[in-house]
């Protein structure tokens, strides 16, 4: 009996892995239908860009609901109906006929795909009550997520290629049957302990919101300037909507994020770190398919091929990370993690021209290794210093510093390579000499002084991740857990 009980703890991992996988895999496939998309509707590449703000706001908005409902109503309804919603939004959106409808079916995909973390955190926590197999299984789901980014490129191409853009979407239906029956199957009902009768609706829609507004501005500010009017309404509503959020959560009986957690050391300083690494290496690493397609000359499927050994590196890195607990102190594999992934992304910032394969994918593998390596101890902690009848709620919190960190690690480091890039051409233009008058020569002049600014500009971007990165690897450091020996056990009290 007790050798069935465990058997099927991890056909409930392997479960919510599909699911965590499918939806992962689904936001990075759909970038490369895009121009497919943008050809068939005759769109904009700007107009086009919606399709994947929308669902970045959509997605953003609803995952600290899910969280809520899922402790609230109960964790396995909560996941069975994302699922079941995100597989018709997908079926939807190969349909879609026009930019309009693509973005109604991707707010749809987007809404029901956010239901997936909270809750799957929150399932594998219950199922998992030992600290040190509950590491090592948050740690295993956790690699799915970097393995769906980069075996996106890898399914997503050929699909492209053989069957259309639609293919892209309607592939969810399939494989998506097969997670829903498993959910049905295997997973088992949990819900807080704790009786709720009261939703906090308000404290929803002045975070959703804030959000909504912050994502935006993130994601567009680029392109209107942070200073347009555009951006400044953006930031005018985070302020007040900030503010009546936090207003509201001191003063309802079940807030839809707990304030207290944020009294928690442990809580906070693991979210910052976690905030910190995603910045850096979504800033860092959104920049290296463009590196290796404008300077390297590789084509889209050619680029996906050099984060396999990535995907790799970090799969085997989680369980091994998720093993430590019980016998390294927390504090310490998150510092060595974050260090190392702060060492990969150095390395990038050697890169030119010339650069081979193994120039990306040594740099990439140990970034990545460093990554999987704390991401166990960073969800375990977040698990285990809250009550457990909200660890819906705290992994909410946790998947939404994922979220808003990547975000503004894109934009951060989107901004400064181009700001740089003017300065580099203004400087190294300054200190060079052209004695000649000849057009062609002129020209060339023009090709290398960009080419020279472009490739330093990169460097520096690089320079500059790596380094938040390693300071958030020392400042954790000073995470500290109650009565922590050598395993997590804590809880508030």
Request: glycine share 8%.
């Amino acid at each position: 009996m007790e050798e069935k009980k465990n058997n099927l703890r991890w056909w409930i991992l392997l479960t919510v892995i599909v699911g965590t996988f499918l939806g992962r895999l689904d936001q990075t496939i759909v970038n490369l239908a895009l121009p497919k998309i943008i050809s068939d509707f005759r769109i904009t590449v700007s107009a086009a860009g919606w399709i994947a703000t929308a669902y970045i706001l959509a997605n953003a908005i609803f995952v600290p609901i899910w969280g809520k409902l899922g402790d609230t109503i109960g964790r396995k309804k909560v996941y069975i109906l994302g699922f079941t919603i995100f597989i018709a939004g997908s079926v939807l959106a190969g349909f879609a006929w026009n930019l309009p409808s693509m973005i109604v079916f991707r707010v749809i995909q987007a809404i029901a795909g956010s239901a997936d973390y909270p809750t799957a955190m929150a399932i594998l926590a219950v199922t998992f009550k030992e600290g040190k197999e509950r590491a090592q299984a948050l740690g295993i789901w956790s690699s799915s997520f970097a393995a769906a980014s980069v075996f996106g490129p890898l399914i997503g191409g050929p699909l492209i290629d053989y069957f259309g853009w639609r293919s892209v979407f309607l592939i969810n239906l399939p494989v998506g049957i097969i997670g829903l029956l498993m959910a049905m199957r295997f997973i088992n009902e949990s819900r807080s302990e704790t009786k709720t009768s009261y939703f906090d609706w308000w404290g929803a829609i002045t975070l959703g919101g804030m959000l909504s507004a912050l994502v935006l501005v993130l994601d567009q500010g680029p392109t209107w300037g942070w200073l347009s009017v555009s951006s400044l309404v953006c930031y005018f509503l985070i302020a007040v909507l900030t503010g009546a959020f936090i207003k509201v959560e001191q003063n309802v009986p079940e807030p839809i994020v707990d304030l207290r957690f944020f009294k928690i050391p442990a809580f906070v300083n693991t979210l910052l770190n976690n905030f910190v690494v995603f910045m850096g290496m979504m800033g860092g690493l959104f920049l290296l398919p463009v590196f290796a397609q404008t300077f390297l000359g590789y084509n889209a499927t050619q680029t996906g091929y050099l984060f396999m050994p990535m995907a790799a590196a970090l799969m085997l890195a989680a369980p091994i990370g998720g093993a430590l607990t019980g016998k390294v102190q927390a504090r310490y594999v998150i510092f060595a993690s974050t260090l190392v992934a702060g060492i990969g992304l150095y390395l990038f910032s050697f890169l030119d021209p010339k650069s081979t394969a193994l120039s990306l994918m040594i740099p990439l593998s140990i970034m990545a290794f460093g990554l999987g390596f704390g991401m166990a101890q960073r969800t375990n902690v977040i698990a285990s210093v809250v009550d457990p009848h909200e660890i819906g709620v705290a992994s909410s919190i946790l998947a939404l510093a994922r979220n808003v960190a990547g975000a503004f690690g894109i934009a951060l480091f989107g901004t400064i390579l181009t700001s740089r890039i003017k300065y580099n051409v203004i400087h190294i233009n300054s200190l060079s000499v052209l004695r000649s008058h000849a057009l062609l020569d002129i020209q060339k002049y023009i090709t290398l002084v960009e080419l020279k600014a472009q490739i330093d500009a990169y460097n520096y971007v690089f320079v500059i991740s790596s380094l938040i990165v390693i300071i958030g690897a020392f400042a954790a450091l000073t995470l500290k857990l109650k009565n922590e020996r050598t395993d997590i056990t804590v809880h508030i009290e």
